[in-house]
Nanobody, 127 residues
């Protein structure tokens, strides 16, 4: 059984930092992983993704230079370091994963590319 568990969300003032974590159990490596977010009344959007090899990352323009994605391949653990947070970053953040056929440099940006999702962790940034 696959389980995706996120942690690390919370409330922070603008300019502050948070670090999100996600552990994917029940999935054999290699896997593709990514972070998405959804604000009330808006569609789910990609925040950042990382390849199964961990060598390739990508991020949305809105978070480039502020957020950093990383992973521990051996533990199927994913992180999102969020710095210089803004009120517009307020959203539910979701971790996503999908099995890969090999360790490669593909970074999956579309939510439809992922079959496994966590329950989400709320991030609230006040001005």
């Amino acid at each position: 059984q696959v389980q995706m568990v996120e942690s690390g969300g919370g409330w922070v003032q603008a300019g502050g930092s948070l670090r999100l974590s996600c552990t994917a159990s029940g999935l054999r490596t290699p896997i593709y992983m990514g972070w998405f977010r959804q604000a009330p009344g808006k569609e789910r959007e990609v925040v950042s993704c990382i390849s199964s090899s961990g060598t390739t990352t990508a991020a949305s323009e809105s978070v480039k230079g502020r957020f950093s994605i990383s992973r521990e391949k051996s533990k199927n653990t994913l992180y999102l370091q969020m710095n210089s947070l803004k009120p517009e970053d307020t959203a539910m953040y979701y971790c996503a994963a999908n099995p890969a056929s090999a360790y490669d440099g593909l970074c999956l940006l579309q939510p439809t590319a992922y079959n496994y999702w966590g329950q989400g962790t709320q991030v609230t940034v006040s001005s």
